[in-house]
């Protein structure tokens, strides 16, 4: 197989774009240079097995039309890979909110932003149930299966593919509440709880008293789900090649 360099340049660019998106390899913490090498060995591997691309015959304005076409469709599908990381990100949110724990914000060393720390917790468990069951290795796999039904240059926007990504995006709303069921059902629990015990002992403050309880309750639910929601994140990790190969042959003006 000979060296394409055209070709090669085209998949380091939406290689590059996928991996400063994805999840675990986009974090602050993760080398830059890490990150470039991992892109130009998956170009060069995964370039010679494709048609070639005659860039070079292009004008500069088409040229670069072609390189934002390839790094947009790359930005795509690595926002489309972190759906399920937003989505225990929001059922962080909501845990916290319920725990009475949203004002309690820790530094995220991923990030280093500020975020809650039941957030911050369901955002390591996603990270360590894609990394130590090789789901990243699928999701690398199906991005080098788009080239199947997205090739070169080929990209355009329709209806189908708006309509995809937005079903996407709100599935994200579901597993966060799926996520964080237990907390909220435990939240309406001890809220009766207190209601009624307001109602029979109207000296207690039960307001100030049922924050202690509130936290303790959700700290043990909180624990007992855990594994709950690693089953979660993975049956959406090991469903992301699919996806990823959908929204590209959307994008490539294929029909499912």
């Known amino acids: ?86 989505a225990v990100e929001m059922a962080g949110g909501l ?15 991923l990030d280093q932003q500020s975020s809650q720390a039941p957030g911050m917790i369901l955002f390591f468990l996603a990270t360590v149930v894609m990394v130590t069951l090789d789901l990243h290795h699928w999701i690398l796999m199906g991005f080098e299966r788009t080239y199947l039904v997205l090739p070169i240059g080929s990209a355009h ?19 966060a509440l799926q996520i964080s069921a237990p907390m909220i059902a435990v939240s309406f629990v001890v809220t009766m709880i207190f209601a009624v015990l307001s109602r029979a002992v109207p000296q ?10 509130r936290i303790a309750a959700g700290l043990i639910v909180f624990g007992f789900t855990l594994q709950l929601t690693a089953v979660h994140v993975m049956n959406n990790l090991r469903r992301l090649p699919d996806d990823l190969l959908v929204i590209a042959q959307m994008i490539g003006g294929g029909k499912l």
Not at 31 to 42: E, F, G, K, Y
């Open 1 to 86: 197989m000979e060296f394409d360099f055209y070709n090669t340049l085209l998949v380091f660019m939406r290689i590059s774009a996928f991996l400063m998106v994805l999840p675990f390899f986009s974090t602050v913490n993760f080398p830059h240079t890490l990150r470039v090498a991992l892109s130009l060995l998956a170009a060069l591997l995964i370039a010679p097995l494709l048609p070639p691309f005659a860039l070079g015959k292009l004008g500069f304005f088409a040229l670069l039309g072609v390189i934002f076409q390839e790094i947009s469709i790359g930005l795509l599908l690595g926002f489309m890979a972190r759906m399920i990381f937003y």
């Open 95 to 109: 845990i916290a909110t319920e725990m009475g724990l949203n004002l309690a914000s820790v530094m995220n060393p």
């Open 157 to 175: 926007l329709n209806g189908a593919l708006f309509e995809a990504v937005v079903a996407q995006t709100a599935r994200i709303f579901m597993v």
């Open 204 to 213: 207690m403050n039960v307001f100030a008293e049922s924050f202690g309880f």
